[in-house]
């Protein structure tokens, strides 16, 4: 059973458009939801992340934004640009569990120029 | 700094066969962490070692053992390879899981392949 589910699991986009990602959890002890990048042949590197006492937080032309009762955040790709083309996983752990992170099943963006 | 390497990059085995999977980090780093990455799974928490000398059972440890050497290296080892192992093999690590949020550094992966 996965506890985080992310969706679409592919998208395209037009150059300069906007890419978003959702993704919702089932456990309500989350307090930590970064969202990592994974290029072709890479291992993922952190993006962004938020903890569930803000609702929005953006870093450049990514923002994460963040409903805690309806238990769900997305994560918005402004601008897009073909650089950004690459796979995005949105996570989520909690101290209580070891800070271990669950992760949802990933999006293939795909940004056209 | 070279950050979190694994060796080695690509593998094939056979059912039955046996392999070890590397992985050390240099950022002095306590916890460490083994996945797997299958399509539309995402990356599934095999085994983690939350500090040297400690190891703990993740999502999906069937099949799979791990030795913490020390306190940079990591391994995981396949004692008699299956094909539903096949996946590519993410190995991480972080500073510290019990303060605080924490970001896990991600090595290359492990390309493995079971016939």
């Known amino acids: 059973q996965q506890q985080v589910k992310q969706s679409p699991q592919s998208l395209i986009v037009q150059k300069g458009g906007i890419s978003i990602i959702n993704c919702a959890y089932e456990n309500t002890a989350f307090d930590y939801f970064p969202w990592y990048q994974q290029f072709p042949g890479k291992g993922p590197a952190l993006l962004i992340a938020?903890?569930?006492?803000?609702s929005e937080k953006k870093e450049g032309r990514f923002t994460i934004s963040f409903n805690k009762s309806a238990k769900q955040f997305s994560l918005h790709i402004m601008d897009s640009q073909p650089g950004d083309s690459a796979t995005y996983f949105c996570a989520a752990s909690t101290k209580a569990a070891g800070n271990k992170l669950t992760f949802g099943g990933g999006t293939r963006v795909l940004v056209k120029p | 700094n070279a950050g979190v390497t694994q060796t080695p990059k690509f593998q094939v085995l056979k059912t039955g066969q046996s392999m070890t999977l590397q992985c050390a980090q240099d950022?002095?780093?306590?916890?460490m962490y083994w996945y797997r990455q299958d399509p539309g799974m995402g990356l599934r928490l095999i085994y983690y070692?939350?500090?040297?000398?400690?190891?703990d059972k993740g999502e999906v440890p069937n099949g799979y053992n791990v030795s913490r050497l020390n306190k940079r290296e990591f391994s995981l080892r396949l004692e008699s390879a299956a094909p539903s192992q096949t996946s590519v093999y993410f190995c991480a690590s972080s500073r510290n899981p019990q303060g605080g949020t924490d970001t896990q550094y991600f090595g290359p992966g492990t390309r493995l392949t079971v016939l």
């Open positions: 950022m002095n780093h306590n916890s």
């Open positions: 938020i903890r569930p006492d803000v």
């Open positions: 070692s939350a500090s040297e000398g400690t190891t």
